[in-house]
Nanobody, 128 residues
Framework: QVQLVESGGGLVQAGGSLSLSCAAS????????MGWFRQALGKEREFVAG????????QYVDSVKGRGAISRDNAKNTVYLQMNSLTPEDTAVYYC?????????????????????WGQGTQVTVSS
């Protein structure tokens, strides 16, 4: 079973940027659609960004479009999330997720229930 470990969270000033990484174990990473989600205190977990297994298709939540970038390196079993122009509303625990279900090279998944493997999460706090 694949395991995911996020890194790169921390305290960031408003207007700054973040760079998160998610390292996956296992040999099938290159066949999984991947996603980043976040959960703020007292709120439901929400989709942030997703990427197909080929890396050729991506999708973002509207609030992140234009200031976020998801990417992956299948040779390194790693998926990345970069975001800039951060605001306090970006404060949350950020989770990496893998969808191990079959998908086409262009499939991007955006719903929590479409992902079956989750990392432990990394806290991102944006100070004003």
């Amino acid at each position: 079973q694949v395991q995911l470990v996020e890194s790169g969270g921390g305290l960031v000033q408003a207007g700054g940027s973040l760079s998160l990484s998610c390292a996956a174990s296992g040999r099938s990473f290159g066949s999984y659609a991947m996603g980043w989600f976040r959960q703020a205190l007292g709120k439901e977990r929400e989709f942030v960004a997703g990427i197909s297994w080929s890396g050729g298709s991506t999708q973002y939540v509207d609030s992140v479009k234009g200031r976020g970038a998801i990417s992956r390196d299948n040779a390194k079993n790693t998926v990345y999330l970069q975001m800039n122009s951060l605001t306090p509303e970006d404060t949350a625990v950020y989770y990496c997720a893998a969808s191990t279900y079959y998908s086409s090279r262009s499939t991007v998944r955006s719903r929590v229930n479409q992902y079956d493997v989750w990392g432990q999460g990394t806290q991102v706090t944006v100070s004003s």
